[in-house]
């Protein structure tokens, strides 16, 4: 058993992405999406009554999209190379849609061209794109330079980082998005690993950090006992994976992908999270602060897990609920690797190598958080109290309610 025991098999992928390019939601209430987009930092692009496209200051259109219709997660998109590696990926996925223009006003703010499919293991529809633009956007504070003990190299310029030195103006506001970093899927266990090597065998990715439960032999009846079994029945004890895009010498986020085991014992796949890049801690700090604003007025967003700086990736991180559960996450600073890094071995058993909180190098202990996983949006404080048919559909993977959306893509 290895650490690569359900990816070591895989074959020359059908492609290598490039990178994730936007996440897809529907919604019943496109007014709190709206304010909720904008209260995280997005620019909203294109708004109507069916529709809200967002983005970042980054050169691409969108990066979040919310249809309007039942509270649910559909998927992702990667971007890819070339039209060469959409045809490779329609030719060879099983019921992908055929290479097309982006139509309607996805196509109309970017252009490009895409395929699509759902992928039979989540449940989600998984998406590639290639060859959108956008103009990038101008920010409002650019980059900070920070002077560090006894290193100035920030000389005679005071530290404006909220931009409200001169002239006085209430803007911390929210923090400003540069793009989209990861996204994290909590698939059931079993399922997860399959569904790790689906993702090396079709968008070639990597493993950098492989999280495995290595119990040692005979110990067995000190562990719990689904997991022992769940182990023996897979032939692999790989729990979690952080996945990154093969991009040669050059340089990509230590994870793109991070596929989990979903172990609280919901049935479906589930949307773990989507981390936005935004430039220095100061921006994750001032979106922090800004939804501690906002949810103490009343809006509908509850922290899930922040600020503190992760272990593996190192990020800066903050994790917030949307109206809807999902969790979106500012971060920053974190490691890039060329196709040289790794695979790293986390070993579950030893505490030493996780880091403590759930792999915080610091940051709030759980309890302070109010974090208890990132499983999905049943873990939202919110989600009790949400109508039983929006928990259904935000907790299923059944694309009916959703088709019509789909089929559009
Ligand atoms: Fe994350």
Known sequence: MTDTATLSDTATP?????????????????????RFVTDFGLVVAHRDENLLLSRGLEPMPFLHVVHRGPAKFIGWAFEVDSEDDLAALADAVPGCSAVHDIGGTEGRLGGGKRVHFV??????????????????????????TYNH????????????????????????????????GHVVAAVPPGAHQAFMKCLADTFGMLVSDSARMIIPPGAEEHFPQPLVELIAATGSDVMFQFLRM?????????????????????????????????????????????????????????LAWGVGRHVYGSQIYDYWHDPYGHVHEHMCDGDRVDASYGPNTIDMTDPGQLGFNGGSQWGPTVDESGIHSLNGPQCDPKFAEQPEEIRASLLSRDLSGVQHIVDAI
């Open 14 to 34: 059908i492609v290598k992405a490039a990178d994730v390019a936007y996440v897809r939601f529907s919604a019943p209430d496109l007014d709190a999406m709206e």
């Open 246 to 302: 093969d991009r040669g010498d050059a340089l990509t986020d230590h994870h793109s992908i991070l596929v989990l085991a979903l172990m609280d014992g919901t049935p479906e796949a589930q949307f773990s999270h989507a981390a936005f890049e935004v430039f220095s801690m100061d921006d994750v700090f001032r979106g922090h602060m800004h939804f501690r604003e906002r949810a103490a007025e009343g809006a509908p967003y509850a």
């Open 119 to 144: 992928e039979p293991i989540s449940g989600f529809v998984l998406e590639a794109v290639h060859g959108q633009h956008a103009e990038p956007l101008a920010s409002r504070r650019d980059r900070h």
């Open 149 to 180: 003990a006894g290193v100035d190299d920030r000389v005679g310029v005071e530290q404006d980082v909220v931009g409200n030195r001169y002239p006085i103006k209430k803007d911390p506001g929210p923090a400003e998005v540069y793009r989209l």
